[in-house]
C-alpha cells in the first residue's frame, strides 16, 4: 500500500478559518444550568478507554488541509464530523503508530457525520453506550484541537439532552440534531472525537462549541447515530465528500 500523503505537517491556519456549524438557528439555544465537573477518576476512566481508540482525522482539498478527530468504531472504521472532510480529495488517519489512508463511506451533511475507511489502521474499537447519557454523566473528550499532534482529554459533563434546530454544515438548510449540551473546553480540531463515559463507552460525537459561553460543547447522542454508522460500515460503499464549505 502506498505511504500515506504528509496531511498533517500542512495544516497550518486552515482551522482558524473554518469554523463549527451553527448549532441553533433563530433565537433558540439557551444553555442549561452549569453541572459539577468530572473527577480526577471519572476523567482517568473515559482517558483509559478511549485514547487508543480515539484518532486524528485530515483531509486535503479546498484550498489547504483540514483537521479534526474521529474515533474507530469497529476495525478499520472511523467515525468523525463531516464538516471536517467535506470537499477533500485525500484523507488521512492518524493514531500512536503512524498515518494510514482513509477514504469515505458516509456523508451526512446535515447533521455533520461522516464514516471513513481506513484498512491498514490498527486502532481499536470502543464501544457505544447502551443508556442514553443525561444531565451529570461524567467522562471526557477526546481530541486534536488546533491540528496539534497530541491528543487532549478534557473534563466532560453532560448539562442537558435536547433536539436542537440548527443549520446544515454549509449553512443553508434547516436541520434538527439530537445533542448533548456539554461542560467541556471544546475547541476547533475536537470536531468528530468521542464524548467518552466514565464507564468508558462513547455517548456522543462531539461537533461543536458555544461561541458565547466558553467551556460549553455540543455533541450528537449516541443514540441517533449508532444505527446510521452500523448501516454505513455494513454496506462499506464508497461516496464523495461533497463540496468545499468556503
Same mark, same amino acid.
Not at 151 to 175: C, E, F, N
Given at each position: 500500500?502506498?505511504?500515506?500523503?504528509?496531511?498533517?505537517?500542512?495544516?497550518?491556519?486552515?482551522?482558524?478559518?473554518?469554523?463549527?456549524?451553527?448549532?441553533?438557528?433563530?433565537?433558540?439555544?439557551?444553555?442549561?444550568?452549569?453541572?459539577?465537573? #468530572?473527577?480526577?477518576?471519572?476523567?482517568?476512566?473515559?482517558?483509559?478507554?478511549? %485514547? #487508543?481508540?480515539?484518532?486524528?482525522?485530515?483531509?486535503?482539498?479546498?484550498?489547504?488541509?483540514?483537521?479534526? %478527530?474521529?474515533?474507530?468504531?469497529?476495525?478499520?472504521?472511523?467515525?468523525?464530523?463531516?464538516?471536517?472532510?467535506?470537499?477533500?480529495?485525500?484523507?488521512?488517519?492518524?493514531?500512536?503508530?503512524?498515518?494510514?489512508?482513509?477514504?469515505?463511506?458516509?456523508?451526512?451533511?446535515?447533521?455533520?457525520?461522516?464514516?471513513?475507511? %481506513?484498512?491498514?489502521?490498527?486502532?481499536?474499537?470502543?464501544?457505544?453506550?447502551?443508556?442514553?447519557?443525561?444531565?451529570?454523566?461524567?467522562?471526557?473528550?477526546?481530541?486534536?484541537?488546533?491540528?496539534?499532534?497530541?491528543?487532549?482529554?478534557? #473534563?466532560?459533563?453532560?448539562?442537558?439532552? %435536547?433536539?436542537?434546530?440548527?443549520?446544515?454544515?454549509?449553512?443553508?438548510?434547516?436541520?434538527?440534531?439530537?445533542?448533548?449540551?456539554?461542560?467541556?473546553?471544546?475547541?476547533?480540531?475536537?470536531?468528530?472525537?468521542?464524548?467518552?463515559?466514565?464507564?468508558?463507552?462513547?455517548?456522543?460525537?462531539?461537533?461543536?462549541?458555544?461561541?458565547?459561553?466558553?467551556?460549553?460543547?455540543?455533541?450528537?447522542?449516541?443514540?441517533?447515530?449508532?444505527?446510521?454508522?452500523?448501516?454505513?460500515?455494513?454496506?462499506?460503499?464508497?461516496?464523495?465528500?461533497?463540496?468545499?464549505?468556503?
Amino acid at each position: 500500500m502506498p505511504a500515506p500523503p504528509d496531511l498533517f505537517g500542512r495544516v497550518g491556519n486552515y482551522l482558524d478559518q473554518h469554523g463549527f456549524p451553527t448549532v441553533f438557528s433563530g433565537s433558540g439555544g439557551a444553555v442549561a444550568a452549569p453541572v459539577d465537573e #468530572p473527577g480526577r477518576a471519572a476523567v482517568g476512566a473515559a482517558q483509559q478507554a478511549g %485514547s #487508543p481508540s480515539t484518532v486524528q482525522v485530515a483531509g486535503n482539498g479546498c484550498g489547504g488541509v483540514s483537521s479534526g %478527530s474521529g474515533f474507530v468504531t469497529r476495525t478499520g472504521f472511523v467515525v468523525t464530523n463531516a464538516h471536517v472532510i467535506a470537499g477533500a480529495d485525500e484523507l488521512v488517519v492518524r493514531d500512536s503508530q503512524g498515518e494510514y489512508p482513509a477514504r469515505t463511506i458516509y456523508m451526512d451533511n446535515d447533521i455533520d457525520l461522516a464514516v471513513v475507511r %481506513s484498512p491498514g489502521l490498527p486502532a481499536p474499537a470502543i464501544r457505544w453506550v447502551t443508556e442514553p447519557s443525561t444531565r451529570g454523566t461524567n467522562g471526557a473528550t477526546l481530541g486534536f484541537p488546533g491540528g496539534q499532534r497530541q491528543m487532549t482529554v478534557k #473534563p466532560a459533563a453532560v448539562r442537558s439532552r %435536547s433536539s436542537a434546530v440548527g443549520r446544515d454544515i454549509y449553512g443553508r438548510g434547516t436541520v434538527t440534531r439530537d445533542i448533548l449540551t456539554l461542560t467541556a473546553g471544546v475547541q476547533r480540531g475536537d470536531s468528530g472525537g468521542p464524548f467518552v463515559t466514565s464507564d468508558g463507552r462513547v455517548g456522543g460525537v462531539v461537533f461543536a462549541a458555544a461561541a458565547a459561553e466558553p467551556g460549553t460543547g455540543y455533541a450528537l447522542t449516541a443514540e441517533s447515530v449508532r444505527s446510521t454508522v452500523a448501516g454505513a460500515i455494513t454496506r462499506n460503499e464508497p461516496t464523495g465528500t461533497g463540496e468545499c464549505r468556503f
